[in-house]
């Protein structure tokens, strides 16, 4: 005799299984290096306006001779200062969420939901602070493993055809002291590059050859390093910086020294939550922020230009 009668619970259908993991696995974040590379403007912030008026003073000329003839005067030069300006906006992105869902899932979506604003928040301010630094006049565009151009319109007119190696390194950092006089930040220039560029840097024997004796165990640790006056850094996030060039070969940069980019900020990005509403139904979480990246020095000349952009056409 049959102790048991057994009946299906779903007559029609699939069947699935609903056994979940007790972790919440998360998609991985790309990296955000620019934001510590901004100069915040002092003085400035609530209640000031919507812009912020930079001032800059010039390099005054170097005579030809500073010699004096007696019984003339000291002779006299002018003092050049201009300005710019940075004009704030309005930054922030929410995401919304029901007290049903929260009340039903297996996991907390409170925190999931301000951990991903939170990540979403630091990319986008990399990628804003990246932004002004690209728009510098200064251009430098690989076109060869031993050559490079350089434009200073702030328009790149030649089509990258090389990544970057050791002869860029080279030609950039001697451009940047010699032509442009950028003062350097201690005792180096900071290059930020897509890992591609860096990659053809590794690569290139000139930089074995060099690491061999300097830091042994740069290659083992994927670590490009300093090199003729350059400290390298690296990225993976491509809204901030992208693959560029024939066939995308050159990984995207900038180079810079003191005084490069400047951020005007009146609020500090930060999470908010949404007062509920349905009688506490519907809730949401957001970021916001008022602020500005700008460049400070916006021209190519001698004394003034902070930044070299390596790109492409």
């Known amino acids: 005799m049959t102790q048991y009668t057994w009946t299906f619970d779903a007559p029609t259908g699939t069947y ?13 974040l790309e990296d955000s290096v620019f934001m510590d590379h901004v100069q915040p403007v002092n003085g400035y912030g609530r ?14 000329t170097e005579p030809g001779s500073g010699d004096l003839t007696e019984g003339e005067r000291i002779p006299e030069d002018a003092l050049s200062l201009s300005t710019t300006s940075i004009t704030v906006t309005e930054i922030g992105r929410s995401i919304p969420y029901t007290s049903l869902s929260d009340d039903l899932s297996k996991f907390d979506i409170t925190s999931p939901v301000q951990k991903g604003l939170r990540n979403q928040m630091k990319l986008t301010l990399d990628t804003k602070a990246a932004t002004a630094f690209k728009t510098a006049q200064v251009k430098y565009i690989p ?14 007119s030649t089509s990258a055809t090389a990544n970057m190696n050791v002869y860029h390194i080279e030609e950039i950092v001697d451009y940047m ?21 860096l990659r053809g840097i590794r ?18 640790n994927g670590e490009t390093g300093r090199m003729e006056g350059m400290r390298m850094i690296e990225t993976n996030h491509a809204n901030a910086l992208a693959k560029v060039g024939t066939n995308s070969v050159l990984g995207e940069g900038v180079v810079f020294g003191e005084d490069g980019i400047a951020l005007a900020e009146v609020q500090t990005p930060e999470l908010r939550a949404a007062m509920p509403t349905d009688f506490g139904r519907s809730k949401a979480v957001a970021w916001y922020g008022i602020l500005e990246f700008g460049i400070i020095w ?15 056409s």
């Open 16 to 28: 699935k299984s609903h056994a979940m993991s007790g972790k919440l696995f998360e998609a991985a």
């Open 47 to 60: 209640r000031m306006g919507e812009s912020v008026t930079l001032t800059r003073l010039s390099n005054v």
């Open 143 to 156: 076109t060869g493993l031993s050559s490079g151009t350089f434009d200073t319109d702030g328009t790149a």
């Open 177 to 197: 002291y010699d032509t442009l006089q950028v003062p350097q930040i201690g005792d180096d220039y900071v290059g930020i590059f897509r890992r591609l560029a």
């Open 203 to 220: 690569r290139d024997p000139a930089w074995e050859e060099w690491h061999k004796y300097t830091d042994p165990q740069a290659k083992y």
């Open 298 to 312: 916006d021209t190519a000349n001698a004394g003034e230009a902070r930044i070299v952009h390596v790109t492409s």
